[in-house]
């Protein structure tokens, strides 16, 4: 069965430090692949997306995710991280079904800033 | 392109009570889906429409649960005799058939005491 796992519930970085979330899957064939940001009470915003071709994708707000087939990961990271990206990120896949592409997500990893 | 919409964005209701949710996509966005999350999880799919069309729904959506999408836009999702364990909130989201990218509202949060 499809799935994916955020092993890191919570995370606390201090600002202007690197960021790595962790994601990893679990899908038969080659996957879409997904991270959303949402902050409290609001919806997800979509980050970034992977389909095919270059493993490292570039998104918004100076974020990158790179796929690795080997180990079924697809983590993000950004280099430096501002007060600003204080929220909860989530990993999804799309699990192709019929045509069309239903989201599984992981559980979330919520991040915390120190100034 | 004002993105999705929906309505209302928090509801309180009594256990019992009928609550109904509304969902706008982008206007030009042929699929529309619909997700449920609990406290400090992840969102899970509930149901999917193309077009009008409800596709596919999942084990999730009992029979208190149905969802429609008349005319191909804005789709609906009404609960009947609401739980507290209905408590959640409910996204929607659409995408293009020519895209896989699922674009989200802002959710509605419900409330069941």
């Known amino acids: 069965a499809q799935s994916v796992t955020q092993p890191d519930i919570h995370i606390t970085v201090s600002e202007g430090a690197s960021l790595e979330l962790r994601c990893n899957y679990s899908?038969?064939?080659?996957?879409?692949l997904f991270w959303y940001v949402q902050s409290p009470g609001q919806g997800l915003q979509l980050l970034l997306k992977y389909f095919s071709g270059d493993t490292l994708v570039q998104g918004i707000k100076g974020f990158e995710a790179e796929f690795k087939r080997s180990q079924s990961s697809f983590n993000l990271r950004k280099p430096s991280v501002h007060w600003s990206d204080a929220a909860e990120y989530f990993c999804?896949?799309?699990?192709?079904?019929?045509?069309?592409?239903?989201?599984?997500f992981g559980a979330g990893t919520r991040l915390a800033v120190h100034p | 392109d004002t993105g999705v919409s929906q309505d209302p964005r928090h509801k309180i209701t009594k256990r019992g009570q009928n609550v109904t949710f509304r969902c706008d996509p982008i206007?030009?966005?042929?699929?529309l889906y619909w997700y449920r999350q609990t406290l400090g999880q992840g969102p899970e799919f509930l149901t999917y429409f193309q077009n009008e069309a409800q596709l596919e729904k999942s084990r999730l959506l009992s029979d208190r649960f149905s969802a429609e999408r008349p005319k191909g836009s804005f789709s609906t999702l009404e609960i009947q005799r609401t739980e507290q364990g209905d408590s959640a909130m409910y996204l929607c989201?659409?995408?293009?058939?020519?895209?896989?990218?699922?674009?989200f509202g802002p959710g509605t949060r419900l409330l069941v005491l």
């Open positions: 899908y038969g064939a080659t996957p879409y």
């Open positions: 999804a896949v799309g699990a192709f079904s019929g045509g069309y592409n239903k989201l599984i």
């Open positions: 206007s030009e966005h042929n699929r």
């Open positions: 989201a659409s995408s293009s058939s020519s895209e896989e990218t699922q674009y």
